[in-house]
């Protein structure tokens, strides 16, 4: 157990939450959920919380007050309800919760269920995968616009579009956009626009209604050209809270059309905006650099010297050293010749003396031989001392007096009866050889 622990990343319980949320809501598409509240509670803030139970389960759900605006009844305990709902957790309690997106009394379950089913299998085709999407460009030259030509969020789009980005053309490719077959008159539409290549984005959109009125908007077809069309598509259908198909393929989803507008263009103003404040930095380095070279120029000034002077200068420099190297010369000279007549009394005063020499010499070896011989009859003693304390500690000297030395079977000398088994075998040493034996009995001194 402890190897266990000493291998494994201890977590602590925000990092184990997490990553179940992180978890849950990556792999967890949206669900339709059917069941009966209880536990309703409205807080303070606007949202909601209650339990979604059936005969045998439930599950915490939230609703949040922007979301309570598309509930077209009172919502209470006890009212059995259909949710549209992301799968998540609640952080700080550790609690699997449903976050629902959209909520209505039991009964349009049908269609629901069509649009789960349509939208699970096209999601495991990869019609709805991120890598599969397409940025919005940054300044469209033509945006292209699919909707009715009578709808309401064409009016909102175009003048949005008008007031952000006024010089950018319009290309308007009608459809309707409610009505059995409007799906597949938007879906070519979608494919006219790719197919003319002639804008740049475009931008898929209606007002809001009911799921009925949105429900070609979740048409197969539909979803299927934008995901072959080349042209990067922004949705924007319905209110916030409405979501259909074309919003899980186009390469942007806006809550609104009025949003899918402003997603497309940058603003003049902003971009006025961002360019003055380009201008601001490029002045203020530019200004910088400017003087930085006025500095190093003023730095450069100073150094600046005219070639007559600067010759002038170096003209007193060698005069100077000159001067110094013949001071220095002459005082050399001198040192060497009082140097040399030292060293000359020296060698005077020094002259060997060969026979004062020859009797020190013969004098030290008097004495080194005396030494030496004083210290050999020294060790030649203490050899001789050692030699009989070394034989008086001979193991063969001490077995020829009649001892024995007893070994186990490793070899190793015992020197206690604690240490021997009966029935073990032992080899007994002898002065003049081994005895092998086995022991029969054992007695303590004391007994």
Not at 14 to 41: A, C, D, M, W, Y
Not at 151 to 176: M, N, Q
């Amino acid at each position: 157990m402890s190897e266990l622990f000493s291998q494994s990343e201890v977590l602590s319980v925000s990092q184990v939450t997490r990553t179940i949320k992180s978890l849950i809501e990556r792999h967890l598409p949206e669900i339709l959920v059917r069941g009966e509240i209880s536990n309703f509670v409205r807080a303070a803030s606007g949202h909601c919380y209650f339990s979604l139970k059936d005969d045998s389960s439930q599950v915490r759900c939230v609703l949040f007050r922007s979301r309570m605006v598309a509930a077209a009844f009172e919502i209470a305990n006890g009212i059995e309800v259909e949710l549209l709902a992301t799968p998540s957790m609640f952080e700080k309690r550790g609690e699997f919760q449903l976050i629902a997106q959209s909520i209505r009394k039991s009964g349009l379950g049908r269609l629901f269920e069509r649009y789960e089913e349509q939208k699970r299998k096209l999601y495991a085709e990869g019609l709805f995968d991120a890598s599969k999407k397409n940025p919005l460009p940054r300044f469209p030259k033509k945006i292209g616009v699919v909707t009715s030509k009578d709808a309401a969020a064409l009016r909102d789009v175009c003048k949005t579009l008008a007031d952000r980005a006024p010089g950018v053309p319009v290309i308007i490719y009608p459809s309707p956009v409610q009505g059995v077959g409007a799906g597949k008159k938007l879906a070519e539409a979608v494919s006219l626009a790719g197919e003319r290549l002639e804008v740049d984005v475009l931008i898929i959109c209606r007002g809001g209604g009911s799921l009925e009125d949105l429900w070609e908007f979740n048409s197969e077809e539909l979803v299927r050209a934008i995901a072959l069309c080349s042209i990067p598509v922004a949705s924007g259908v319905g209110h916030e809270t409405d979501t259909t198909l074309v919003d899980f393929v186009s390469d942007y989803r806006a809550p609104t059309p009025t949003a899918a507008a402003t997603a497309v263009v940058y603003s003049v103003n902003d971009v006025s905006r961002d360019l003055q404040g380009l201008l601001g930095g490029l002045v203020k380095r530019i200004r910088g650099k400017i003087d930085d070279r006025q500095q190093h120029l003023d730095y450069l000034n100073r150094r600046l010297i005219h070639p007559g002077k600067r010759n002038a200068l170096y003209a007193a420099k060698l005069n100077r050293l000159a001067i110094r190297i013949n001071g220095l010369m002459q005082r050399t000279l001198r040192h060497q010749e009082l140097r040399l007549t030292t060293t000359g009394v020296h060698l005077g005063r020094s002259r060997p003396d060969g026979l004062r020499s020859l009797e020190l010499l013969q004098d030290w070896q008097k004495r080194i031989h005396r030494g030496m011989v004083s210290t050999l009859n020294q060790f030649h003693g203490r050899l001789l001392g050692l030699n009989s304390s070394l034989s008086h500690l001979d193991p063969e000297h001490v077995l020829s007096r009649g001892y024995a030395i007893v070994r186990n079977k490793k070899g190793a000398i015992l020197r206690s009866t604690k240490l021997i088994e009966i029935d073990e075998r032992l080899t007994v040493q002898l002065h003049d050889g081994d005895l092998e034996a086995w022991v029969a009995a054992k007695r303590s001194r004391d007994s």
